[in-house]
């Protein structure tokens, strides 16, 4: 699923009216959206306070407002303006809510009117914490993607008195006041949400705001509602995508006549003493990922540790120097053969450390092999110094840094990877013909093409040690089933990771939650749909 600016998306329409559906048609759709989604979301509500504007965000709020009349829902329209200056669509939906329904119009031009409407409408309604929350609902359709911030006079003194109330509010396709355009993960002076319906594609504040927090740790919904703009209609614009719209690669159901050696075998190179749990981990979360067969190669001396992770790991013992790191002997000549010969997928770097000469055994992996190749953790520091060799030209390769590893492949500071996330991952990919995971807060996943999928699954109940270590067995599981589809793969590899974490932290404290808990919950993220009964696609939130 495309990610896409303002202008695009004003591209978008223009387009698609030009094909032949007109924007009035694209209103009515996404209204019916909206009261889709409240009726669904807040099935006790009784009363919808639908704040609008005067644009085309208050058209989409005035149809909602329509249908949910229509279904017997008490509402209330206080209009930010005169309606007489109103304009096109925006004017025609309120012409027909008031012909269909007969409501009254609040209209408001100052804040001490807004003040006393808003009162009046939300009279028996306690603001600051009570009984009647579950069946009052309000719609934020003030402004929309289209309108650049900050929000001022009447519109400014709404926002401040929906912050101060506790009322669940939906807005309608942004908060309004949030710049569409924006990438920042949070933004002051917009209005609060407890969700979002947005239309036709995510915007980039979609993918990258925190748009809905919420007091239950995984965000609350930001949802994509299919109003039927064409896909024609969308422009390429420059390749940003959402990862969950891959996901569907790891739907397919099994063919009746499968078997393990159709699913990739799987090899986690690493481990070295001390940090046997780190290759325990990835091995564990690569067999759970649905890999045909997993194998650790790990230092003599932790093979026991690593193999009683589960009864399903096979275990191949190294040799390690007298630090207990992996040795080069493993990867020169015959070794190397047997090492890699018969396998579809190496992982390699989780607890590998950089003692002795285990930098060097990464280096001779990706220069003497073509197997298809994730790099993590210590793997990836094996590079620091010689970014050079990591070429993936004619092979597979992954890496999965987390900011500090990826500022010292780039040789620049962590806050300076940071400031260009985007930027700085498409080049890396492209410059190296390899995918790029650049973790943090929304993953990035880069790819050889210049394409760029953002990740927004995930919590900070990830901030443990083990979910990078869990990330790069998941990356390596998907790889082997699919090695024809590395980009869906690996942008799945991610979602799947997140929105396990999202199942894992939804029924535990953050505090608690450990990285092998997210491997429990892999099961419920592979049966997660990321679209709904209404056909509504959830970019963020659990339904």
Request: proline share 5%; aromatic share 4%.
């Amino acid at each position: 699923m495309r990610v896409l600016t303002s202008v695009e998306m004003a591209q978008t329409d223009k387009r698609t009216e030009e094909l032949g559906t007109p924007l009035a048609s694209l209103m009515e759709a996404a209204g019916g959206a909206v009261s889709a989604f409240v009726r669904r979301r807040y099935p006790e509500t009784k009363r919808v306070i639908a704040l609008c504007g005067k644009g085309n965000n208050g058209g989409d709020g005035m149809v909602a407002a329509r249908v949910l009349a229509a279904e017997g829902v008490s509402i209330e329209v206080v209009l930010l303006g005169k309606a007489e200056e109103m304009k096109g669509d925006a004017a025609a939906a309120l012409s027909k809510l008031r012909a269909e329904t007969g409501l009254p119009i609040h209209e408001v031009e100052d804040e001490e009117t807004l003040k006393q409407v808003l009162e009046r409408v939300t009279e028996g309604v306690v603001l600051n914490g009570a009984a009647s929350l579950d069946e009052v609902v309000l719609l934020d359709a003030v402004v929309g993607t289209g309108f650049r911030p900050p929000l001022r006079s009447v519109a400014a003194a709404a926002r401040d008195w929906v912050g101060e109330s506790r009322i669940p509010v939906i807005a309608v396709d942004v908060p309004s006041g949030w710049d569409a355009d924006s990438t920042e993960q949070t933004v002051e002076g917009a209005f609060r949400a407890d969700a979002v319906v947005t239309f036709t594609a995510p915007k980039l504040a979609h993918v990258f705001g925190y748009m809905t927090p919420s007091f239950s740790f995984t965000p609350s919904p930001v949802v994509v509602a299919d109003i039927g703009s064409p896909e024609e209609a969308i422009p390429a614009g420059d390749g940003l995508s959402w990862t969950g719209g891959s996901k569907g690669v790891a739907e397919r159901p099994r063919g009746p006549n499968s078997n393990k050696g159709k699913f990739g075998h799987v090899l986690v190179v690493g481990g070295s003493y001390g940090t046997a749990g780190a290759p325990s981990m990835s091995s564990l979360a690569a067999m759970r990922t649905g890999a045909g067969l997993v194998t650790a190669g790990v230092p003599k001396s932790v093979v026991d540790v690593v193999a009683g992770v589960a009864p399903e790991l096979m275990v191949m013992p190294l040799e390690e120097g007298p630090e207990g790191a992996l040795v080069l002997a493993n990867v020169q000549g015959e070794r190397l053969d047997a090492l890699t010969g018969k396998m579809t997928v190496l992982a390699v770097g989780p607890g590998l450390s950089q003692r002795g000469e285990a930098g060097a055994v990464v280096r001779e992996l990706v220069a003497k092999t073509k197997v298809p190749m994730v790099i993590d953790a210590d793997g990836l520091n094996a590079f620091a110094e010689s970014v050079d060799l990591l070429d993936g030209a004619g092979r597979t390769l992954v890496l999965t840094p987390h900011p500090g590893e990826m500022a010292r492949l780039a040789g620049m500071t962590v806050k300076e990877v940071e400031a260009d996330r985007i930027g700085l991952a498409r080049r890396f990919a492209t410059e190296h013909k390899l995918t790029l995971v650049l973790k943090g807060w929304r993953t990035l996943v880069a790819h050889p093409d210049g394409r760029v999928a953002v990740n927004t699954t995930g919590n900070p109940a990830m901030s443990k040690g083990g979910s990078g270590d869990i990330l790069t067995g998941i990356v390596a599981a998907m790889l082997g089933q699919y090695p024809d589809d590395v980009a869906r793969a690996v942008e799945t590899a991610v979602y799947l990771h997140g929105l396990a974490a999202d199942f894992a932290a939804r029924g535990m404290d953050e505090h608690t939650v450990l990285a092998t808990d997210t491997v429990a919950h892999l099961s419920d993220a592979f049966r997660y749909r990321v679209r709904d009964e209404d056909g509504l696609v959830w970019i963020c939130g659990l339904r």
